[in-house]
Protein backbone atom coordinates (compact mmCIF):
# COMPACT_ATOMS: atom_id res chain seq x y z
CA UNK A 1 0.00 0.00 0.00
CA UNK A 2 1.65 3.68 -1.21
CA UNK A 3 2.19 5.99 1.62
CA UNK A 4 0.80 9.26 0.91
CA UNK A 5 3.54 11.99 1.42
CA UNK A 6 3.05 14.20 4.17
CA UNK A 7 2.70 17.60 3.57
CA UNK A 8 5.46 19.48 5.31
CA UNK A 9 6.33 22.61 7.44
CA UNK A 10 9.30 24.70 7.09
CA UNK A 11 9.91 26.30 10.68
CA UNK A 12 12.61 28.59 11.32
CA UNK A 13 13.46 28.69 14.97
CA UNK A 14 15.58 30.70 17.16
CA UNK A 15 18.68 29.35 18.46
CA UNK A 16 21.26 30.75 20.91
CA UNK A 17 21.39 32.98 23.34
CA UNK A 18 21.47 36.78 24.17
CA UNK A 19 25.33 37.52 23.42
CA UNK A 20 24.16 38.06 19.90
CA UNK A 21 25.11 34.73 18.06
CA UNK A 22 21.65 33.94 18.15
CA UNK A 23 20.35 33.14 14.75
CA UNK A 24 17.28 31.47 13.51
CA UNK A 25 17.74 27.87 12.01
CA UNK A 26 15.36 26.01 9.52
CA UNK A 27 13.60 22.64 10.02
CA UNK A 28 11.52 20.85 8.03
CA UNK A 29 8.61 19.07 10.28
CA UNK A 30 5.78 17.05 8.74
CA UNK A 31 2.15 18.36 9.21
CA UNK A 32 -0.18 16.60 11.46
CA UNK A 33 -4.07 17.09 12.15
CA UNK A 34 -5.02 19.33 14.82
CA UNK A 35 -1.11 20.22 15.23
CA UNK A 36 -0.01 22.75 17.55
CA UNK A 37 3.10 24.87 18.08
CA UNK A 38 3.99 22.66 20.97
CA UNK A 39 3.22 19.70 18.98
CA UNK A 40 6.14 21.18 16.66
CA UNK A 41 8.43 22.40 18.69
CA UNK A 42 8.38 19.22 21.05
CA UNK A 43 8.86 17.24 17.25
CA UNK A 44 11.72 19.23 16.40
CA UNK A 45 13.51 18.01 20.04
CA UNK A 46 13.02 14.66 19.75
CA UNK A 47 13.26 13.43 16.33
CA UNK A 48 15.91 16.07 14.61
CA UNK A 49 17.69 18.38 17.45
CA UNK A 50 17.84 16.92 20.80
CA UNK A 51 19.98 20.29 21.51
CA UNK A 52 16.79 22.58 21.33
CA UNK A 53 15.78 24.04 24.65
CA UNK A 54 12.06 25.12 25.52
CA UNK A 55 9.78 25.36 28.07
CA UNK A 56 6.18 23.94 28.97
CA UNK A 57 4.53 22.15 31.82
CA UNK A 58 0.55 21.47 31.50
CA UNK A 59 0.12 21.58 27.79
CA UNK A 60 -3.89 22.39 27.82
CA UNK A 61 -3.81 25.80 28.12
CA UNK A 62 -3.51 26.31 31.97
CA UNK A 63 0.04 26.84 33.16
CA UNK A 64 1.23 29.74 30.70
CA UNK A 65 4.52 28.46 30.33
CA UNK A 66 4.76 27.33 26.62
CA UNK A 67 4.24 31.20 25.97
CA UNK A 68 6.74 31.92 22.93
CA UNK A 69 6.91 34.16 19.85
CA UNK A 70 5.18 32.99 16.83
CA UNK A 71 5.53 34.46 13.75
CA UNK A 72 6.42 37.90 15.80
CA UNK A 73 2.89 37.41 18.24
CA UNK A 74 3.29 36.19 21.64
CA UNK A 75 1.18 33.24 22.28
CA UNK A 76 0.34 30.18 24.05
CA UNK A 77 2.10 27.53 21.74
CA UNK A 78 0.29 24.52 23.34
CA UNK A 79 -2.86 26.41 22.50
CA UNK A 80 -1.59 27.91 18.69
CA UNK A 81 -2.92 25.71 15.95
CA UNK A 82 -0.54 25.41 13.31
CA UNK A 83 -3.21 25.61 11.04
CA UNK A 84 -4.39 28.55 12.36
CA UNK A 85 -0.99 30.60 12.26
CA UNK A 86 1.51 28.74 9.26
CA UNK A 87 1.14 31.36 6.46
CA UNK A 88 1.76 29.10 3.65
CA UNK A 89 4.17 26.40 4.55
CA UNK A 90 6.17 28.59 7.26
CA UNK A 91 5.73 28.98 10.73
CA UNK A 92 8.55 31.15 12.80
CA UNK A 93 9.22 30.37 16.10
CA UNK A 94 11.14 32.79 18.91
CA UNK A 95 11.65 33.13 22.67
CA UNK A 96 8.94 35.96 24.05
CA UNK A 97 10.16 39.43 23.56
CA UNK A 98 11.15 41.73 26.15
CA UNK A 99 12.50 39.32 27.99
CA UNK A 100 16.58 38.01 28.65
CA UNK A 101 16.82 34.79 26.38
CA UNK A 102 18.73 32.41 28.66
CA UNK A 103 18.48 29.67 25.24
CA UNK A 104 17.03 29.14 22.29
CA UNK A 105 13.24 29.40 23.12
CA UNK A 106 13.70 29.91 26.79
CA UNK A 107 14.15 33.59 28.27
CA UNK A 108 14.43 34.86 32.31
CA UNK A 109 10.95 35.23 33.96
CA UNK A 110 13.10 37.02 37.04
CA UNK A 111 12.12 40.67 35.91
CA UNK A 112 8.39 40.19 35.64
CA UNK A 113 8.18 38.03 38.90
CA UNK A 114 10.27 41.00 40.37
CA UNK A 115 8.02 44.02 38.96
CA UNK A 116 4.92 42.16 39.88
CA UNK A 117 6.68 42.42 43.49
CA UNK A 118 7.65 45.86 43.33
CA UNK A 119 4.01 46.47 41.70
CA UNK A 120 2.69 45.32 45.49
CA UNK A 121 1.66 42.27 43.82
CA UNK A 122 0.88 40.38 47.16
CA UNK A 123 -2.21 40.19 49.67
CA UNK A 124 -1.78 41.56 52.61
CA UNK A 125 -4.17 39.93 54.96
CA UNK A 126 -5.71 42.34 57.94
CA UNK A 127 -7.61 39.70 59.99
CA UNK A 128 -6.25 36.43 61.75
CA UNK A 129 -7.61 32.95 62.22
CA UNK A 130 -9.63 34.08 65.01
CA UNK A 131 -11.87 36.23 63.09
CA UNK A 132 -15.06 35.75 60.74
CA UNK A 133 -15.23 35.11 56.95
CA UNK A 134 -14.36 38.64 55.34
CA UNK A 135 -18.09 39.14 53.38
CA UNK A 136 -17.32 40.60 50.37
CA UNK A 137 -20.83 41.14 48.11
CA UNK A 138 -19.77 39.65 44.53
CA UNK A 139 -22.11 42.30 43.32
CA UNK A 140 -19.85 45.23 44.10
CA UNK A 141 -18.43 47.78 41.96
CA UNK A 142 -14.92 46.55 43.50
CA UNK A 143 -15.43 43.10 43.21
CA UNK A 144 -16.24 43.06 39.79
CA UNK A 145 -13.33 45.09 38.80
CA UNK A 146 -11.09 42.14 40.55
CA UNK A 147 -13.03 39.57 38.95
CA UNK A 148 -12.78 41.09 35.49
CA UNK A 149 -8.83 41.03 36.28
CA UNK A 150 -8.21 38.19 38.65
CA UNK A 151 -7.55 35.28 36.25
CA UNK A 152 -3.93 36.36 35.41
CA UNK A 153 -1.91 33.10 35.76
CA UNK A 154 1.91 35.35 34.73
CA UNK A 155 1.94 33.81 31.22
CA UNK A 156 3.79 36.92 30.34
CA UNK A 157 2.50 37.30 27.18
CA UNK A 158 1.35 40.48 27.99
CA UNK A 159 4.93 41.93 28.77
CA UNK A 160 5.92 40.14 26.10
CA UNK A 161 3.48 42.34 23.66
CA UNK A 162 3.99 45.95 25.53
CA UNK A 163 6.51 48.33 23.80
CA UNK A 164 6.60 50.60 26.88
CA UNK A 165 8.38 47.92 28.37
CA UNK A 166 10.68 47.89 25.84
CA UNK A 167 10.93 51.82 25.68
CA UNK A 168 11.06 52.07 29.77
CA UNK A 169 13.43 49.94 31.61
CA UNK A 170 11.63 50.32 34.82
CA UNK A 171 7.88 49.97 33.77
CA UNK A 172 6.57 47.46 35.75
CA UNK A 173 4.08 46.35 33.20
CA UNK A 174 1.06 44.74 32.11
CA UNK A 175 0.56 42.19 34.17
CA UNK A 176 2.45 43.41 37.73
CA UNK A 177 -0.26 46.47 37.03
CA UNK A 178 -3.30 44.23 36.43
CA UNK A 179 -2.60 42.37 39.48
CA UNK A 180 -2.04 45.57 41.97
CA UNK A 181 -5.74 46.54 40.51
CA UNK A 182 -7.21 43.75 41.78
CA UNK A 183 -5.75 43.86 45.12
CA UNK A 184 -6.41 47.85 45.14
CA UNK A 185 -10.16 46.82 44.58
CA UNK A 186 -9.72 43.90 47.31
CA UNK A 187 -11.62 45.28 50.71
CA UNK A 188 -9.76 43.15 52.58
CA UNK A 189 -6.25 43.74 51.88
CA UNK A 190 -4.27 45.99 53.98
CA UNK A 191 -1.68 47.26 51.64
CA UNK A 192 -3.33 49.69 49.88
CA UNK A 193 -1.80 52.62 50.52
CA UNK A 194 1.63 51.69 49.89
CA UNK A 195 0.81 49.82 47.31
CA UNK A 196 -0.75 53.03 45.47
CA UNK A 197 2.40 54.65 45.58
CA UNK A 198 4.23 51.66 44.55
CA UNK A 199 2.43 52.41 40.87
CA UNK A 200 2.46 55.58 40.72
CA UNK A 201 4.62 57.50 38.19
CA UNK A 202 6.61 57.29 35.12
CA UNK A 203 7.70 53.33 36.16
CA UNK A 204 4.13 52.36 37.06
CA UNK A 205 0.93 53.13 35.76
CA UNK A 206 1.14 56.38 34.00
CA UNK A 207 3.93 55.11 31.53
CA UNK A 208 1.33 53.27 29.94
CA UNK A 209 -0.40 54.87 26.46
CA UNK A 210 -3.31 52.86 26.34
CA UNK A 211 -1.65 51.26 22.89
CA UNK A 212 -3.37 47.82 24.14
CA UNK A 213 -1.05 45.05 22.88
CA UNK A 214 -1.57 43.52 26.27
CA UNK A 215 -5.73 43.21 26.31
CA UNK A 216 -5.00 42.02 22.34
CA UNK A 217 -3.00 39.32 23.11
CA UNK A 218 -3.98 38.25 26.75
CA UNK A 219 -4.79 34.44 25.97
CA UNK A 220 -7.00 34.56 29.06
CA UNK A 221 -8.91 38.09 27.32
CA UNK A 222 -7.80 39.94 30.46
CA UNK A 223 -7.67 43.98 29.98
CA UNK A 224 -4.89 45.03 31.53
CA UNK A 225 -5.11 48.50 29.90
CA UNK A 226 -8.49 48.50 31.82
CA UNK A 227 -7.13 48.16 35.28
CA UNK A 228 -3.94 50.41 34.50
CA UNK A 229 -7.30 53.40 33.21
CA UNK A 230 -8.31 52.43 36.54
CA UNK A 231 -5.18 53.04 38.36
CA UNK A 232 -4.41 56.09 37.00
CA UNK A 233 -8.22 57.56 38.60
CA UNK A 234 -7.03 55.90 41.68
CA UNK A 235 -3.70 57.95 42.02
CA UNK A 236 -5.20 60.79 40.75
CA UNK A 237 -7.70 60.98 42.94
CA UNK A 238 -5.07 60.38 45.81
CA UNK A 239 -3.12 63.13 44.69
CA UNK A 240 -5.63 65.48 44.28
CA UNK A 241 -6.44 64.40 47.61
CA UNK A 242 -3.18 64.82 49.03
CA UNK A 243 -3.04 60.93 50.06
CA UNK A 244 -0.18 59.84 47.31
CA UNK B 1 11.52 62.56 40.26
CA UNK B 2 9.00 60.99 42.75
CA UNK B 3 6.04 58.87 41.91
CA UNK B 4 3.64 61.83 43.34
CA UNK B 5 5.66 64.45 41.17
CA UNK B 6 4.85 62.22 38.06
CA UNK B 7 1.19 61.94 38.73
CA UNK B 8 1.37 65.18 39.81
CA UNK B 9 3.05 65.94 35.89
CA UNK B 10 0.51 63.73 34.64
CA UNK B 11 -2.80 65.28 36.30
CA UNK B 12 -1.08 68.48 35.16
CA UNK B 13 -1.02 67.10 31.04
CA UNK B 14 -4.34 65.80 31.29
CA UNK B 15 -5.91 69.09 32.82
CA UNK B 16 -4.37 71.51 30.25
CA UNK B 17 -5.52 68.59 27.56
CA UNK B 18 -8.88 69.54 28.72
CA UNK B 19 -8.40 72.95 28.58
CA UNK B 20 -7.02 72.61 25.04
CA UNK B 21 -9.58 70.73 23.77
CA UNK B 22 -12.05 73.48 23.98
CA UNK B 23 -9.60 75.72 22.78
CA UNK B 24 -8.17 73.53 19.53
CA UNK B 25 -12.07 73.47 19.00
CA UNK B 26 -12.42 77.41 18.87
CA UNK B 27 -9.39 77.81 16.66
CA UNK B 28 -10.10 75.00 14.52
CA UNK B 29 -13.47 76.88 13.64
CA UNK B 30 -11.72 80.05 13.77
CA UNK B 31 -9.15 79.05 11.27
CA UNK B 32 -11.33 77.01 8.79
CA UNK B 33 -13.86 80.03 8.57
CA UNK B 34 -11.34 83.04 8.84
CA UNK B 35 -9.28 81.33 6.06
CA UNK B 36 -12.07 81.32 3.66
CA UNK B 37 -10.50 82.74 -0.11
CA UNK B 38 -7.01 83.16 1.55
CA UNK B 39 -5.70 85.31 4.88
CA UNK B 40 -4.31 88.48 5.05
CA UNK B 41 -2.80 90.54 8.14
CA UNK B 42 -6.02 92.90 8.33
CA UNK B 43 -7.95 89.40 8.31
CA UNK B 44 -5.85 88.60 11.45
CA UNK B 45 -5.66 91.57 13.13
CA UNK B 46 -9.17 93.15 12.66
CA UNK B 47 -10.38 90.33 14.28
CA UNK B 48 -8.29 90.57 17.25
CA UNK B 49 -6.06 93.82 17.67
CA UNK B 50 -7.79 95.95 20.80
CA UNK B 51 -10.27 92.93 21.84
CA UNK B 52 -9.80 91.82 25.10
CA UNK B 53 -12.03 88.58 25.08
CA UNK B 54 -9.58 87.61 21.86
CA UNK B 55 -6.34 88.59 24.07
CA UNK B 56 -7.35 86.37 27.41
CA UNK B 57 -8.53 83.35 25.27
CA UNK B 58 -4.99 83.49 23.11
CA UNK B 59 -3.57 83.86 26.67
CA UNK B 60 -5.13 80.80 27.95
CA UNK B 61 -4.56 78.57 25.31
CA UNK B 62 -0.79 79.89 25.46
CA UNK B 63 -0.38 78.83 28.80
CA UNK B 64 -2.15 75.38 28.60
CA UNK B 65 0.01 74.47 25.63
CA UNK B 66 3.32 75.69 27.42
CA UNK B 67 2.13 72.95 30.17
CA UNK B 68 1.36 70.67 27.96
CA UNK B 69 3.85 70.32 25.13
CA UNK B 70 6.87 70.30 27.04
CA UNK B 71 5.20 67.07 29.60
CA UNK B 72 5.03 65.14 26.00
CA UNK B 73 7.93 66.33 24.89
CA UNK B 74 9.91 64.80 27.77
CA UNK B 75 7.54 61.21 27.63
CA UNK B 76 8.82 61.39 23.68
CA UNK B 77 12.59 62.34 25.04
CA UNK B 78 12.90 59.21 27.92
CA UNK B 79 11.23 56.69 25.57
CA UNK B 80 12.65 56.65 22.37
CA UNK B 81 15.89 59.34 23.08
CA UNK B 82 16.52 57.51 26.34
CA UNK B 83 16.84 60.56 28.23
CA UNK B 84 15.83 60.67 31.91
CA UNK B 85 16.34 62.30 34.70
CA UNK B 86 17.17 65.79 36.46
CA UNK B 87 19.00 67.12 33.39
CA UNK B 88 16.36 66.44 31.10
CA UNK B 89 13.37 67.41 33.47
CA UNK B 90 15.10 70.89 33.83
CA UNK B 91 15.75 70.92 29.83
CA UNK B 92 11.56 70.55 29.42
CA UNK B 93 11.01 72.73 31.88
CA UNK B 94 12.83 75.50 30.05
CA UNK B 95 11.39 74.72 26.65
CA UNK B 96 7.81 75.36 28.62
CA UNK B 97 9.01 78.89 29.93
CA UNK B 98 10.72 79.71 27.09
CA UNK B 99 7.56 78.92 24.81
CA UNK B 100 5.39 80.72 27.29
CA UNK B 101 7.42 83.94 26.85
CA UNK B 102 7.40 83.90 22.82
CA UNK B 103 3.28 82.65 22.76
CA UNK B 104 2.80 85.92 25.28
CA UNK B 105 4.29 88.10 22.98
CA UNK B 106 2.22 86.68 19.78
CA UNK B 107 -0.26 86.85 22.04
CA UNK B 108 0.48 91.11 22.25
CA UNK B 109 1.38 91.00 19.34
CA UNK B 110 -1.94 90.70 17.52
CA UNK B 111 -4.53 91.78 20.42
CA UNK B 112 -2.92 94.97 21.86
CA UNK C 1 13.78 39.26 21.26
CA UNK C 2 12.04 43.22 20.16
CA UNK C 3 8.36 43.53 19.75
CA UNK C 4 7.92 43.38 16.31
CA UNK C 5 5.61 45.25 13.73
CA UNK C 6 3.59 42.23 13.30
CA UNK C 7 2.23 42.41 17.02
CA UNK C 8 1.61 46.13 16.29
CA UNK C 9 -1.19 45.49 13.82
CA UNK C 10 -4.48 46.79 15.59
CA UNK C 11 -6.12 49.56 15.80
CA UNK C 12 -5.23 50.98 19.02
CA UNK C 13 -1.93 51.06 18.55
CA UNK C 14 -1.88 53.48 15.23
CA UNK C 15 -4.29 55.84 17.44
CA UNK C 16 -1.36 55.99 19.80
CA UNK C 17 1.69 56.64 16.36
CA UNK C 18 -0.92 59.20 15.23
CA UNK C 19 -1.25 60.79 18.35
CA UNK C 20 2.39 60.85 19.29
CA UNK C 21 3.49 62.21 15.67
CA UNK C 22 0.84 64.91 15.41
CA UNK C 23 2.27 65.80 18.91
CA UNK C 24 6.09 65.58 17.95
CA UNK C 25 5.39 68.16 14.95
CA UNK C 26 2.97 70.21 16.33
CA UNK C 27 5.44 70.76 18.91
CA UNK C 28 8.31 71.31 16.18
CA UNK C 29 5.73 74.02 14.34
CA UNK C 30 4.92 76.29 17.51
CA UNK C 31 7.72 77.85 17.49
CA UNK C 32 7.06 79.14 14.37
CA UNK C 33 3.80 80.05 14.58
CA UNK C 34 4.52 82.18 17.69
CA UNK C 35 7.36 83.87 15.70
CA UNK C 36 5.01 84.43 12.95
CA UNK C 37 2.63 85.59 14.50
CA UNK C 38 4.99 88.07 16.80
CA UNK C 39 6.04 89.73 13.44
CA UNK C 40 3.02 91.69 13.89
CA UNK C 41 4.79 93.62 16.30
CA UNK C 42 6.68 95.27 13.66
CA UNK C 43 3.27 96.12 12.10
CA UNK C 44 0.70 94.85 10.00
CA UNK C 45 3.34 94.83 6.97
CA UNK C 46 5.43 93.11 8.38
CA UNK C 47 3.06 90.31 9.18
CA UNK C 48 1.21 90.64 5.52
CA UNK C 49 4.83 90.58 4.19
CA UNK C 50 5.51 87.21 5.53
CA UNK C 51 1.60 86.12 5.02
CA UNK C 52 2.12 86.13 1.89
CA UNK C 53 5.13 84.26 1.38
CA UNK C 54 2.49 81.38 2.70
CA UNK C 55 0.33 82.04 -0.60
CA UNK C 56 2.61 79.10 -1.98
CA UNK C 57 0.86 75.91 -3.10
CA UNK C 58 3.99 74.22 -0.65
CA UNK C 59 3.05 75.65 2.22
CA UNK C 60 -0.44 75.88 1.29
CA UNK C 61 -0.54 71.78 1.47
CA UNK C 62 1.31 72.23 4.66
CA UNK C 63 -0.84 74.01 6.65
CA UNK C 64 -3.75 71.51 5.36
CA UNK C 65 -1.55 69.00 7.04
CA UNK C 66 -1.05 70.90 10.07
CA UNK C 67 -4.86 71.01 10.62
CA UNK C 68 -5.05 67.54 10.35
CA UNK C 69 -2.43 66.96 12.87
CA UNK C 70 -4.24 69.54 14.86
CA UNK C 71 -7.51 67.31 14.86
CA UNK C 72 -5.88 64.30 14.60
CA UNK C 73 -4.40 65.09 18.26
CA UNK C 74 -7.18 66.31 19.68
CA UNK C 75 -9.27 63.47 18.58
CA UNK C 76 -6.95 60.96 19.96
CA UNK C 77 -6.63 62.54 23.16
CA UNK C 78 -10.17 63.14 23.46
CA UNK C 79 -10.47 59.12 23.52
CA UNK C 80 -7.38 58.92 25.67
CA UNK C 81 -9.36 61.25 28.16
CA UNK C 82 -12.64 59.16 27.72
CA UNK C 83 -10.56 55.61 27.98
CA UNK C 84 -8.88 57.13 31.24
CA UNK C 85 -11.15 58.80 32.92
CA UNK C 86 -14.54 57.36 32.06
CA UNK C 87 -12.97 53.98 31.54
CA UNK C 88 -12.00 51.06 28.82
CA UNK C 89 -15.01 49.55 26.85
CA UNK C 90 -13.60 46.84 24.69
CA UNK C 91 -16.18 46.69 22.08
CA UNK C 92 -16.35 50.75 22.21
CA UNK C 93 -12.62 51.46 21.66
CA UNK C 94 -12.18 50.32 17.92
CA UNK C 95 -15.19 52.54 17.19
CA UNK C 96 -14.06 56.03 19.19
CA UNK C 97 -10.69 55.16 16.96
CA UNK C 98 -12.61 55.41 13.61
CA UNK C 99 -14.76 58.04 14.58
CA UNK C 100 -11.56 60.04 16.15
CA UNK C 101 -9.81 59.36 11.99
CA UNK C 102 -13.30 60.26 10.43
CA UNK C 103 -13.28 64.00 12.25
CA UNK C 104 -9.77 64.45 11.98
CA UNK C 105 -10.11 63.88 8.17
CA UNK C 106 -13.04 66.23 8.35
CA UNK C 107 -11.48 68.78 9.36
CA UNK C 108 -8.64 69.47 7.20
CA UNK C 109 -10.81 69.05 4.02
CA UNK C 110 -13.33 71.59 5.41
CA UNK C 111 -10.28 73.54 5.75
CA UNK C 112 -8.69 72.68 2.42
CA UNK C 113 -11.91 73.43 0.59
CA UNK C 114 -12.37 77.23 2.65
CA UNK C 115 -8.43 78.01 1.18
CA UNK C 116 -9.79 78.47 -2.58
Redesign the interface.
Same mark, same amino acid.
Given at each position: MAMREPELLEVDVWRGGSDGSGRFQTYVVPRQEAQTILDVVTWIQRKLDPTLAYRFACRVGMCGSCAMTVNGRPRWTCRTHVAKVASGKRLQIAPLANLTIVRDLVVDMREFFDKWAKAGGQFTPTASRRDDFARVAPESPARREVDAAIECIGCGVCYASCDVVAWNPAYLGPAALNRAWTLQNDVRDGGRVARLAAVAGDAGCHACHTQAACTERCPKQLSPTAAIAGLKRMTARAALKGEL | MSARGETRLWLAQRASAAVLALCVLVHLATMIIAVNGGLTAADILGRTRGNPAWGAFYAVFVAAVAIHAPIGLRTIGAEWLHWRGRGADLCWLAIGVALFVIGIRAVAAVAL | ?????? #? +?D @?P??W??LVH?IS??L??LF??L @?????? +???AG /??A??GF?RW? /?RPLVKASEVAL?FL %??AH?AG??? %??L? /??V??R?QA?RSWVAVAAGVALF?AL??AL #???
Open positions: - | - | MRVGWR #N +R @HSYAFRGLLSLP @HFWVLG +RAL /EALDLT /EV %LALGLR %LLV /EFGWRQCAF #NLY
